[in-house]
């Protein structure tokens, strides 16, 4: 990836591990996560849960777009103070919300470095702007897509590659991605996935959220399940099943799997 980007693009400092403890979050009487306490290292981590367990809640949380109700997260063996968005993205963090976050009359380019400038305090012109977002499109996706349109003129599908592709512009240490690729077809997904593959096994920390769980076998290195707000397991690449992660997230159903 960092090929793709032709050097133009700077990594924030590589980040090892990032820990939450004791992390809750609660809207008035609804609890939305609770007392969750987990260690991120580089690779790829999936957080599953039926609807409403606290995946986004949790991922909220990390990406800074919310305060947790209580405890606190630790990047390597330091505790953040981060409290917005903009915070945790100055220590390496990118986020791919499940929302298609696009500004629609805005060209593809300028989309891709959206809020890039501030980022990194100080600019990159426009002909190594283009360099590193083809290069980094041509990855991406299956078709090319013009960088000079208004985003709002893509298909829906091309509108999240364009989110994707602002997501790894940034070289993040941590990539959070909920639901990230929801409106692309399979064969668009699966270069993404090439992509985060390489991104995770080049170093850094990916949290991954999805509900399709042969996605989620084929990417996850450890995969953490949610009930009810709550942690209930983290397995590890070897005892990932889809028995073991249905008997977890929902063990009331008495799923079998053929
Ligand atoms: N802004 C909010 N105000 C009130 N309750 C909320 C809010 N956001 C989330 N919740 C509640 O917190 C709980 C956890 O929600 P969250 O969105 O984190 O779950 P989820 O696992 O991501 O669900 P989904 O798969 O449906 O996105 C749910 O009961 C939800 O209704």
Redesign the pocket.
């Given at each position: 990836m960092q090929s793709a980007c032709g050097g133009n693009v700077r990594q924030a400092s590589p980040v090892t591990s990032l820990v939450i403890e004791n992390v809750g979050k609660r809207?008035?009487e609804?609890v939305?996560?609770a007392d969750a306490t987990l260690n991120f290292r580089p690779g790829i981590h999936t957080i599953l849960?039926?609807?409403?367990?606290?995946?986004?809640?949790?991922l909220k949380v990390l990406s800074g777009v919310i305060a947790p109700s209580e405890g606190r997260m630790v990047l390597d063996g330091r505790t953040i103070s981060a409290s917005s968005p903009r915070d945790m993205q100055d220590l390496g963090v990118s986020t791919v919300f499940?929302e298609v976050l696009i500004a629609p009359h805005r060209a593809v380019l300028d989309n891709i470095f959206l809020g890039y400038d501030g980022f990194f305090r100080r600019s990159l012109d426009r002909a190594r702007r283009r360099t590193a977002a083809e290069g980094l499109l041509a990855l991406l996706s299956r078709f090319p897509i013009d960088l000079d349109v208004p985003a709002g003129t893509l298909a829906l599908a091309a509108q999240q590659l364009v989110v994707i592709a602002r997501a790894f512009i940034r070289l993040p240490s941590i990539l959070l991605l909920d639901e990230a690729t929801a409106a692309l077809d399979y064969a668009d997904r699966d270069l993404v996935f090439e992509a985060v593959e390489d991104y995770a096994g080049a170093g850094n920390i990916v949290i991954f959220i999805s509900?399709r769980m042969e996605e989620v076998k084929r990417l996850s290195d450890r995969v953490t399940v949610?009930r009810s707000?709550r942690i209930i397991e983290t397995i590890e690449r070897d005892g990932i099943t889809s028995q073991r992660l249905l008997d977890l997230m929902a063990p009331e159903a008495h799923i079998h799997v053929e």
């Amino acid at each position: 990836m960092q090929s793709a980007c032709g050097g133009n693009v700077r990594q924030a400092s590589p980040v090892t591990s990032l820990v939450i403890e004791n992390v809750g979050k609660r809207y008035g009487e609804t609890v939305a996560l609770a007392d969750a306490t987990l260690n991120f290292r580089p690779g790829i981590h999936t957080i599953l849960g039926e609807n409403g367990s606290g995946k986004s809640t949790m991922l909220k949380v990390l990406s800074g777009v919310i305060a947790p109700s209580e405890g606190r997260m630790v990047l390597d063996g330091r505790t953040i103070s981060a409290s917005s968005p903009r915070d945790m993205q100055d220590l390496g963090v990118s986020t791919v919300f499940q929302e298609v976050l696009i500004a629609p009359h805005r060209a593809v380019l300028d989309n891709i470095f959206l809020g890039y400038d501030g980022f990194f305090r100080r600019s990159l012109d426009r002909a190594r702007r283009r360099t590193a977002a083809e290069g980094l499109l041509a990855l991406l996706s299956r078709f090319p897509i013009d960088l000079d349109v208004p985003a709002g003129t893509l298909a829906l599908a091309a509108q999240q590659l364009v989110v994707i592709a602002r997501a790894f512009i940034r070289l993040p240490s941590i990539l959070l991605l909920d639901e990230a690729t929801a409106a692309l077809d399979y064969a668009d997904r699966d270069l993404v996935f090439e992509a985060v593959e390489d991104y995770a096994g080049a170093g850094n920390i990916v949290i991954f959220i999805s509900h399709r769980m042969e996605e989620v076998k084929r990417l996850s290195d450890r995969v953490t399940v949610l009930r009810s707000g709550r942690i209930i397991e983290t397995i590890e690449r070897d005892g990932i099943t889809s028995q073991r992660l249905l008997d977890l997230m929902a063990p009331e159903a008495h799923i079998h799997v053929e």
